[in-house]
């Protein structure tokens, strides 16, 4: 797969240290603040098809749905310094943090390169209540798009690593996502389904490697779940009337783009009945689980700072906006 | 479907008519040439994904797999003339060509306006032997993202309707395409699926309808199913050592991009040992059968007219290039 990635877009991508694990621009611009991300196979386009202009520099990837070592991330790193710092952003999972922190701390001892870091986590499902300082335990997801896409036009506009940073927390505190899966999904080196989910059933919260989700019932229609989905999005952080925001609806693999673009009319309605102005809408598959069948809906309130870098170009491989 | 399609993309896209199976572009250039296509639902992002900036300007939609009516495509006919004539692109299938025939005589003796057909036709498994001057019986699929490609980026650069015309027919001659299929899929109005594909087995050559293909077999490797089917692409053109081509590497809409990247590497390991360069790779969904497991191969093979024109720019829901 990450042969066939090199071959595809070798304007766009190439691999560092002699690893095609460690995946880096093919257009590195000098005195950047340079973002790099990373975690398991199995959910393209994340992690690795936002490496390109305007957005991410560099991403290792482990196996399917496995964390990549720190030695990879600290690979990726020192390829990407430029001497302005590198900010990791990546998604909230116990392997990716412990990596993650382990290559920082190398990059800092080992290499004299300043990391910061943001872990992502938009998943509305897995907010368990926690008591204040405890560590969150919601899952990062789909909406780690738009972290990505503020961050890297944060950072093509050559603003300081603490002013990137701040910038990713900013829209990852401000993004809410849920999620539907149909059927499950195979790890190829498993073989066969991790759980499974019947020909008439629907798993409301499910996480991209088949976490459980918050509800399991029988199948309903397109809007009815929808609502479903956007009233628990909505009231959890609170989205509120007179807000814009930017709503990505996500294919998790399976799903036809008949089928998003269907939920994408109800969310409009539903949106336009709470008065929430939609910005835009991206449509189709950001981040999957392999072949899973189900769909996520994802929001991001804006300000006019996030809004503004939203609409800035980029070119990865799996994303271009003019 | 459609109406969530407008309320995503109204910067590209609108309707006219009052009919929302009538796309057009919402940003009409006076004096060029206008490209229409049009065909059945259920394949998306072709056919209406297409439509906006260099690329098409009009396509009108039936039900799933069903021709639209001539009387829709005469609407967006007269919606995007202006003065400078249309061209008609779309697949050869029976239903589309009878009424895009009808819609042409229309749009000729009740509105003046001058309309040319190029009817495309790229499926290597549906070219039945047939003596000189006999209706080809191949199917249009996937390979006829490349004629919108070149024919879209020579009106945009305003040639007359001829010249869009041959460039168009010189694109479509030179694509060849191959599919296989791994499951079937399920037209909404019929509620089950059309045919049925063993849990183990394959169908190489099966048409984006489910159209019978030329081998059922078992399963194989990702590499020898690739194999395979350019073995039959490259003869049927012939593609030669020394030629150039765009290959697109096409999603039925289950497939995981992870499976499709592990065909672009065969793929190019395969032309490599041909000596025939790839100029592009495209991966991705671009012509869908539902909710189909499976891929489709396609080899464009360019001159330098060509080549330029695939270089320009585009901006559509679903294809962009910088």
């Not at 050559?158 to 499950?184: C, D, F, P």
């Not at 910005?279 to 899973?292: C, D, N, P």
Request: aromatic share 8%.
């Amino acid at each position: 797969m990450l042969e066939g990635l090199y071959v595809a877009h070798s304007d766009l991508i190439t691999y560092t240290a002699d690893d095609v694990h460690c995946l880096v621009t093919a257009n590195k611009v000098e005195g950047k603040v340079g973002i790099a991300t990373g975690g398991g196979s199995g959910h393209l386009p994340l992690f690795l098809g936002y490496v390109g202009k305007g957005m991410l520099d560099g991403c290792s990837v482990g196996d399917v749905f496995q964390s990549p070592s720190a030695e990879q991330m600290l690979a990726v790193t020192k390829a990407i310094d430029s001497g302005a710092g590198v900010l990791y952003i990546y998604g909230n999972y116990n392997g990716d943090i412990f990596n993650f922190d382990m290559a920082a701390e190398m990059a800092d001892f080992e290499e004299n390169i300043k990391v910061l870091s943001v872990v992502a986590g938009d998943d509305v499902a897995s907010a368990a209540p926690s008591a204040p300082g405890e560590k969150s335990t919601r899952r990062g997801v789909a909406g780690i798009f738009f972290v990505y896409k503020c961050a890297g036009a944060a950072a093509s506009k050559m603003k300081t690593l603490e002013e990137v940073k701040r910038i990713a927390e900013k829209a990852a505190a401000n993004i809410r996502t849920m999620g539907v899966a149909l059927s499950s999904c195979v790890v190829p080196r498993v073989g066969r389904p991790g759980f499974s989910i019947g020909e008439d059933d629907m798993e409301i919260g499910m996480g991209i490697h088949g976490e459980p989700g918050i509800r399991h019932g029988k199948l309903e229609s397109a809007d009815k779940i929808t609502d479903e989905m956007l009233e628990k999005i909505v009231a959890d952080l609170p989205y509120a009337d007179g807000d814009e925001v930017d709503v990505l609806v996500n294919g998790l693999g399976a799903t036809t783009l008949d089928e998003q673009y269907i939920v994408t009319r109800r969310i409009s309605q539903y949106l336009t009945g709470k008065n929430i102005k939609v910005h835009r809408f991206y449509v189709g598959e950001y981040a999957t689980a392999l072949e899973m069948a189900g769909i996520s809906l994802s929001l991001f309130k804006l300000d006019d700072e996030l809004k503004e870098l939203m609409e800035q170009p980029a070119c990865t491989p799996f994303f271009k906006q003019l």
